[in-house]
């Protein structure tokens, strides 16, 4: 991991006070228009997400709850610039076990999605990004394979139809994410 | 009983470096009487692009869910990623007429339109709902007696509940009676239902590592000799990196990590080179010599 993952964990952590200025009153209405994010407003902190998470139990700084708090409060900048909100392993645990159903690990695809707009991608995803549009498969699959599945009797692998996944790619926007990107 | 035909949607892991799943997933397939239509073209499901862009993931999902409708054929996938993620875009989009507009004004450009007419298999779904546990358990000819293990069945085959609608994901049963069907003793251990971490394992490194440790001590502590996965990407975590964790923390395992496939395989009486056991990392020697396959 990078030293300034490090920094950007302990300053989503320990910063305790909040200045106003920080805070973007509009950023959970934004939030709450993104499909599977609408719930956002009914967490009321009681923190079930945090103690059934099993990324939380070993990370000092994944904690959903605190990231669910911080989005209403509108600590915009802070969340999307951190790398914490990339620690989320999607097993849908906290959104089997909310009380108010809010959609947690939706709630932070949403906040990842924004925050690649803002800029802040890691290498693996733009790595996997373009992996998908350059071949179809999310991975690089070495001639090796090729040659080995033909030598193991599997059927050869089906081909991607590359100039329609650019076109869906360029439709949803999704082309543009990948251009002139710093890396998180 | 309907007829057993699929779309095998073999997913990015399996062809990437898990061959040994798709090996024996087909041997057992064919010996089910199960027939899988290839797929006549290939794209990721879309999961591992949702963290950048969720239309982007959606419209994947869909493209590959109108190319089996149009050859009216229910998908089969092996990994519970490919499963959970076209079953829940699936339903999403049947459900939300706004959303299914959205995602077809997207496939337009390349001629296709999401119907919502086929459905989403995962591997262990199609075998307990439509095959039946007593049509496999006929195929049965080695059972594997004195065998006992630990099954694990990866969050999204499972979860989230509202989209999977699959097993109790608290207490999941389905993939147990799978495995005791071949007369191997499946045993109950800690945090059973626990992610193997392995997604965020491009970001993080230590916290999947981690996650994976515990669970194969906790299968140690009762006694399991081997661990039975149905995903690519959990059996990684358990299989390719069982040497890394075993440095990373100074322990030794050992404890070989197979595809259900591969061992309702051997009590169908395939061979183990049949099944692709030599691909595994962590050998299952001294398991298969006690078995005397």
Known sequence: MSETKETREKELGEKAVIKVSEMDPRFKYEIRKIPGAEKIMLCFQCGTCTADCPIARFSDSYRPRKLMRMTQLGLKDRILSSDVIWLCAACFTCVDHCPQDVGIASIIRALRNLAVDEGFIPRVYKELGSCVLKTGYAYRIPELRHRKREEQGLPPLPKANVESIAKLSDVTGFSKLFEEKKVA | ?293
């Open chain 2, 1 to 293: 009983m309907a007829e057993l035909k699929y779309m095998l949607f073999l997913g990015c892991v399996i062809p990437y470096r898990i061959s040994s799943y798709e090996i024996s997933a087909r041997k057992v397939a064919e010996k089910l009487g199960i027939e899988l239509v290839e797929m006549p073209e290939f794209n990721c499901c879309g999961l591992p692009l949702d963290p950048v862009s969720h239309d982007m993931m959606l419209t994947l999902a869909a493209r590959n869910l109108c190319l089996a409708e149009q050859q009216k054929l229910n998908i089969m996938t092996l990994c519970t990623g490919c499963a959970g993620t076209m079953r829940k875009v699936n339903m999403t989009l049947k459900e939300d007429k706004k959303l299914k507009e959205k995602v077809n004004g997207y496939l337009k450009e390349t001629g296709l339109e999401f119907k919502g007419t086929i459905k989403v298999r995962h591997l262990i779904q199609m075998l307990a709902e439509d095959v039946g546990l007593e049509r496999i358990k006929a195929t049965v000819q080695k059972p594997l007696n004195p065998l006992k293990v630990a099954e694990h069945n990866g969050c999204h085959v499972l979860r989230p509940t509202k989209y999977i609608g699959f097993d109790d994901p608290e207490n999941p049963t389905i993939l147990k009676n799978l495995i005791e069907l071949t007369g191997a003793k499946c045993l109950d251990y800690m945090d059973e239902t626990e992610c193997c971490g392995a997604p965020i394992i491009g970001v993080n490194d230590v916290i999947p590592l981690q996650l994976a440790r515990e669970k194969l001590n906790h299968i140690m502590a009762v006694g399991a000799q081997a661990l039975v996965t149905v995903c690519p990407f959990c059996h990684m975590m358990y299989d390719l990196h069982q040497s890394r964790i075993e440095r990373a923390f100074n322990e030794k395992f050992g404890i070989p990590v197979l595809h259900y496939t591969q061992l309702l395989g051997l009590a169908m009486g395939f061979s183990p080179d049949e099944l692709g056991f030599k691909e595994l990392r962590v050998n299952a020697t001294k398991l298969l010599d006690q078995l005397g396959s």
